[in-house]
Structures are given as structure tokens and as C-alpha cells.
């Protein structure tokens, strides 16, 4: 959770990355904004359980909402919303899915928070198979 000073802070650095062009209203922003805590709250339940049936639409679930994070706020930006909050869990599952969207390089820099971060290997296969 966050305090409302880091909060503010997360809302300006988003309303900077903000692209949308058919948003009409705040309400449409912060829905768009709250689909990085679904991404976060998927892969959270996806590293929890191992219901094979669960996993898979999960899997399609967190693809879905990074393909529209970075349609709203740009690869760069949803990127860096996504990983305000350090949870090395939750970025070992999102980590497949940008390789797999050609959203990271393949040599990340040291400074990045992805550095390092060993991905599940079935999401990357199973992506791989789609």
C-alpha cells in the first residue's frame, strides 16, 4: 500500500506516460491505471497456484493487460509502473511475457529491474507454442 505522498508521485509519473488519445474523463485514466494492479494481483496468483487450467487463462489474462498497459502509457512507461513496487515473484512471471512482446531487449542493463530475474520457464514455453 502505498502513502498518499508515493501515491501522488505513481499518479504524476503515470499522467506523464499517459498516451491514450480516447480517453475522455480521469475515470477512464485510473481505470486504465488500475490494470497495473491486476497485472501484479495475476502474476501473484499465478506463481501461487498450479492448477494447469487456472495458469492458462491467467497466462492470457496478464498478456492481455501489458499489451493494453503499453498501448496507454508506451512500453517505456508501463514498464516502469509495473515495476515501482519490487517483487521479485511477481517479476518472474511478467518477465516471459515482455520477451515474448518484444518489450525488453535481449541484453538488459544492469540498472534495470529486470536484471536478473530468472522467468518461469513454462510461461516462456507456452507462450512460445502460441
Not at 21 to 44: N, P, Q, T, W
Not at 78 to 84: D, M, Q
Amino acid at each position: 500500500m502505498m502513502n498518499p505522498v508515493e501515491r501522488a508521485e505513481f499518479e504524476k509519473l503515470a499522467v506523464s506516460y499517459y498516451r491514450n488519445r480516447d480517453c475522455v474523463s480521469v475515470e477512464e485514466f485510473y481505470k486504465d491505471m488500475k490494470r497495473i494492479g491486476y497485472v501484479r494481483r495475476l502474476s501473484a496468483r499465478y506463481a501461487a497456484t498450479t492448477d494447469k487450467e487456472r495458469r492458462a487463462k491467467q497466462r492470457i489474462q496478464i498478456l492481455n493487460h501489458l499489451v493494453v498497459l503499453a498501448n496507454v502509457f508506451g512500453i517505456p512507461g508501463s514498464i516502469e509502473l509495473v515495476c515501482r513496487k519490487k517483487r521479485k515473484m511477481v517479476f518472474r512471471v511478467i518477465k516471459p511475457f515482455w520477451l515474448y512482446l518484444k518489450y525488453l531487449p535481449d541484453n538488459i542493463p544492469q540498472d534495470h529491474p529486470m536484471f536478473g530475474v530468472v522467468p518461469y520457464p513454462a510461461i516462456r514455453e507456452s507462450l512460445e507454442k502460441l
